[in-house]
């Protein structure tokens, strides 16, 4: 029986590709990206979110944690998570869902299941599944798993990946996956590394081969960080490197927005605390150098 740990099924997305979808959002990436959405899927292991607001100060959550890893301060708690084992008795023991466990460990059979729920509306708005995260390739046979359970039904599959997974796993399922939606962050090398924790030569080397291949559909997904990626010289190597290829269906922007409150909820370093969402000037002016040389873009997935 294959099993995986994910985070999240989210059931109606829109925003993952095309129609309505069902997107499984998978724990584990080989990146670290400074501004990252869902801080939740870097690690592979469980994360505790803790939401201030909820807390009620009963006290029922220090009183079940086995590590004593809570504290009361300030009328609220306070997590030592160099103690917590994310054994999730505090999260059990809240009644306001304050405390809760971020990442499941679950079998292909069990995310079919509720898949298949959805069937209706992905036939009807030519939807299916996207596998996200995270990074799916870090979970590679479960990924694999679940894209041969979906062709078997005949559901469109998309792949969301930052790209730096082992080439070989990379081309193994090529012939299986309808659309990919490749993040392209960086072309400097030492930039690429200073923001994300890696280096990006992976990723160009597997985009590359995906886009030379030219049997899949592909869609570059840009994050506009302001002062990071958002660069004349960084666009303009992105589009250096996009035009040897010609099937890149599309290009998504996707423009920062600050999620430093989900960092604290997992009590994990916001790196670009400063970092402002770009204007709408900004957005408009980088989507003209992409559309000035041919591309369709869009805002958002």
Same mark, same amino acid.
């Given at each position: 029986m294959v @099993?995986?740990? +994910?985070f999240d099924i989210k059931k109606f997305a829109v925003h993952d590709g095309p129609g309505i979808r069902t997107t499984v959002f998978f724990k584990g990436c080989p990146l670290s990206c400074s501004w990252c959405h869902n801080p939740e899927g870097i690690d592979h292991e469980e994360d505790l979110f803790f939401y201030r607001s909820k807390c009620i100060g009963c006290e029922n959550c220090l009183e079940s944690c086995p590590q004593n890893a809570i504290e009361m301060e300030d009328e609220s708690i306070k997590i030592n998570r160099d103690l917590c084992d994310l054994c999730n008795e505090c999260a059990e023991a809240?009644?306001? @869902?304050? /405390?809760?466990i971020a990442g499941e460990k679950i079998t292909a059979e069990e995310v079919m299941n509720e898949i298949e729920k959805s069937t209706i509306y992905h036939d009807t708005s030519n939807g299916g599944v996207t596998l996200s995260g995270g990074e799916p390739f870090q979970q590679f046979e479960f990924m694999k798993e679940l894209i041969d359970r979906c062709k078997e039904k005949d559901i469109h599959v998309t792949v969301d990946t930052c790209g730096h997974v082992n080439a070989e796993k990379f081309e193994s399922i090529l012939d299986k996956v309808d659309l990919?939606?490749?993040? /392209?962050? +960086? +072309?400097? $090398?030492? /930039? *690429?590394? $200073?923001y994300t924790g890696m280096g990006n030569e992976l990723i160009l080397e597997n985009l590359g081969s995906l886009l030379k291949r030219g049997e899949n559909e592909v869609i570059i997904r840009f994050p506009v960080i302001p002062g990071v990626t958002d660069?004349? $010289?960084?666009?303009r190597s992105i589009l250096e490197f996009l035009s040897d290829f010609q099937n890149v269906r599309e290009i998504d922007i996707l423009p920062y *927005?600050?999620?430093? $409150?989900?960092?604290k909820r997992l009590g994990k370093e916001y790196d670009i605390n400063e970092t402002k969402t770009p204007g709408r000037e900004r957005i408009e002016r +980088?989507?003209?150098?992409?559309e000035d040389e041919g591309y369709l873009v869009k805002e958002g997935g």
């Open positions: @099993t995986g740990k +994910i809240c009644p306001t @869902t304050a /405390l809760k990919f939606l490749f993040d /392209l962050k +960086i +072309i400097d $090398e030492e /930039l *690429h590394r $200073e660069s004349e $010289e960084n666009i *927005h600050d999620v430093k $409150e989900k960092y +980088i989507k003209e150098k992409f």
